[in-house]
């Protein structure tokens, strides 16, 4: 039988084990919401939603705070090894790449009441296709990580390659609207800016489904991502 103190050591191990898990999964669900609200004020004017989506900024920096924090302690004094090692190191890198996402997020809401694109005449359908394509990545990296799936992880990583061809197809189109019409440069213009943290909403997303992958098997997918259409 272990003396008391080591069984004490262990289960408050586990528990700081455990605290690290939930403080990556409260982020998770925060920027989840915030790239929801962030869409719904874009496509559908929708005020409320606008101003939603940046207010959570201030709680998801503070939970990568309270995990950087954390995984310092976990590193200093616990030693972990192996696949907590793996685990530890992991969730540093997804806490920040999940504080970029909410950066993305609050970025897209806070254009979405922009004068320009609530008299914009050009069609958002492009754009919410693409919306709702990097939500349901966002939505499987975040289910991924809170069920330790590597294979829905790598779905993720493959399923970027639609959301990198969208951008392609939706960037050529409102440089055409901009092109055919000066008084569109505004509006599309902004809906650019809109398109783009979309994309790196999306590269985030392949990022920590990478880094879940790795952190559960110990293997690295390979370091050439699928891509989608590019620029020519």
């Given at each position: 039988m272990m003396p008391h103190e080591s069984v004490h050591t262990v289960q408050s191990y586990e528990q700081e084990l455990e605290q690290?898990?939930?403080?990556?999964?409260q982020m998770g669900g925060l920027v989840e919401r915030q790239v929801a609200q962030a869409i719904t004020a874009v496509v559908e004017h929708d005020e409320v939603a606008a101003l939603d989506a940046p207010e959570m900024d201030p709680q998801v920096d503070e939970l990568e705070r309270e995990t950087e924090a954390l995984v310092i302690r976990l590193l200093a004094l616990r030693a972990p090894m192996a696949?907590?090692?793996?685990?530890?190191?992991?969730?540093?890198?997804?806490s920040g790449d999940l504080e970029r996402i909410g950066d993305c997020a609050a970025s897209i809401a806070r254009r979405a009441m922009r004068n320009e694109l609530l008299s914009c005449p050009i069609s958002l359908t492009g754009l919410h296709s693409m919306g709702r394509l990097v939500q349901e990545n966002l939505r499987r990296t975040i289910d991924a990580m809170d069920q330790r799936d590597p294979e829905l992880a790598r779905l993720v990583w493959h399923s970027d390659t639609a959301v990198d061809e969208l951008y392609v197809?939706?960037?050529?189109?409102?440089?055409?609207?901009?092109?055919?019409?000066?008084?569109?440069?505004?509006?599309c213009a902004h809906l650019l800016f809109i398109a783009k943290n979309l994309e790196r909403?999306?590269?985030?997303?392949?990022?920590?489904?990478?880094?879940?992958?790795?952190a559960v098997t110990g293997n690295i997918l390979p370091i050439v991502r699928p891509?989608?259409?590019t620029f020519d």
């Open positions: 690290l898990r939930s403080l990556v999964n696949g907590d090692l793996r685990e530890v190191v992991v969730a540093l890198k997804i197809s939706l960037f050529r189109e409102l440089v055409t609207y901009m092109m055919e019409d000066p008084r569109n440069i505004g509006p909403i999306g590269d985030h997303a392949t990022n920590i489904s990478e880094r879940v992958y790795y891509r989608g259409k």
